[in-house]
């Protein structure tokens, strides 16, 4: 009989969203009447820009002429949406990011658990704790991982914490590793990094020659000016760093699908003797490979994102969520809650009141408020006893929304 991957038994069966699942139709069934605000999903809610559907709806007609029509592209993306993001992600900033180390995929989420194909199986891998399913999942389906124990933490994985304690900041690793996961502005916890931050992890990574993988998915909701958007905005991350960026929750695109990859050309990993490859040869390989591009009526929906009326248009869709943010913020610290994040991050993430773990606050928040969150504890170990709220919703069901709570 054909054999499985049994990699996948190890993984704990995708717990966190079924359980808030079961719970909530559970709840509902017992009472129809109530109306519940669901504040727990990591999705947009905003149409997509203006901007870009226009952009789109005109690559749809250029696809029914002879002219116009576009088979394969390049699989790295075409090179006008590949020049626009290094143009405006990056040289604009200060990075020396050229189009050629640009890659168009249609998503974070498939890159940052690809990469893993260019890299070798007995690499040390960081992951901070709480962190984005995907980091620890594609490390355990592509066997990088033993067992889980009781917490649920996989064997031969170093788990940095990110706690109050330490100011939801990425400590160096006590033991040392090879392949670090960061991602800032940081889902879950809403918190940033400082530029300070980051280059200690640069510095970390050129002196052990490990790679660091940041996700940039959420850079866009940064407000401070003077904090980075970028790892390429620290010296010396050309040699060290892949930045993954997606168009999802800034302009809207989760179910568009268009993302890209940054993989300088100075990044290099090693053979088993020694020897020096660059990593920029390898993705462009197995892209070409495994990968057909993303469609042309896509990016050019992407590419306008970076026209005038793009920028304004996203801006306001940030600047909408950020405000929700804000709002969520400001109603729960005055009715006393411990909050954190939410300031350059779309996302909130509060202390259980009175002792509680994080899935007592769910039941708790479900049950009196009719409030649906997430359990901060689904997140990994260290986000036990913590509770994410996303600004991801209506203005008027994130006001309704802290109303019932703050009555509780
Ligand atoms: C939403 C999200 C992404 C984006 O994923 P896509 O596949 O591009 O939609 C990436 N990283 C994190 C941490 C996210 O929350």
Redesign the pocket.
């Known amino acids: 009989m054909v054999q499985i991957n049994r990699n996948y038994l190890k993984l704990k069966a995708g717990y966190l969203f079924p359980e808030i699942s079961r719970r909530v139709n559970a709840f509902s069934q017992a009472n129809p009447q109530s109306s519940l605000i669901r504040l727990g999903i990591?999705d947009v809610t905003e149409p997509l820009p203006q901007a870009c559907c226009k952009a789109m709806k005109d690559a749809v007609e250029e696809m029914g002429t002879s002219s116009g029509f576009h088979g394969y592209g390049p699989e790295q993306g075409y090179p006008w949406l590949r020049e626009a993001i290094a143009k405006n992600d990056f040289q604009a900033r200060g990075c020396q990011i050229s189009a050629d180390e640009i890659f168009v995929s249609d998503?974070?989420?498939?890159d940052?658990s690809n990469i893993l194909d260019i890299l070798g199986e007995d690499n040390r891998i960081a992951v901070t704790d709480p962190v984005?399913p995907v980091y620890v999942d594609s490390n355990v389906m592509s066997g990088r991982t033993g067992d889980a124990d009781q917490s649920g933490q996989y064997g031969g994985l170093s788990y940095i914490p990110l706690n109050s304690e330490n100011g939801f900041e990425a400590e160096l690793p006590l033991e040392p590793v090879d392949l670090i996961y960061l991602?800032f502005p940081n889902?879950p916890t809403g918190a940033v990094a400082s530029k300070e931050h980051l280059a200690k992890w640069v510095n970390y990574a050129n002196q052990n020659n490990a790679l660091i993988l940041f996700?940039a998915?959420y850079e866009a909701f940064i407000q401070d000016p003077l904090l980075p958007h970028s790892i390429f905005e620290i010296d010396g991350s050309r040699n060290c760093a892949i930045e993954?960026r997606?168009f999802?929750?800034k302009a809207g695109f989760?179910g568009t699908r268009c993302?890209y990859t940054v993989i300088p050309k100075s990044v290099h990993g090693s053979t088993a003797n020694g020897n020096k490859v660059d990593l920029w040869t390898l993705w462009n390989r197995r892209q070409s490979t495994k990968f057909n591009g993303v469609s042309y009526i896509v990016q050019r929906g992407a590419e306008a994102v970076y026209s005038l009326s793009g920028q304004l248009q996203t801006e306001k869709l940030v600047s909408f969520y950020m405000q929700n943010a804000s709002i969520i913020r400001k109603e729960l610290s005055s009715a006393g809650y411990k909050v954190f994040g939410g300031e350059h991050a779309p996302y909130v993430w509060i202390e259980a009141p009175k002792g509680q773990n994080s899935w007592q606050f769910f039941d708790y928040l479900l049950q009196n408020a009719n409030v649906v969150g997430t359990p901060g504890s689904g997140f990994g170990t260290a986000g036990e006893g913590y509770f994410r709220l996303s600004a991801f919703n209506s203005r008027e069901n994130v006001e309704e929304a802290m109303k019932r709570i703050i009555r509780i």
């Open positions: 990591g998503g974070s989420k498939c940052s984005y991602c889902n996700d998915a993954f997606s999802s929750k989760t993302a």
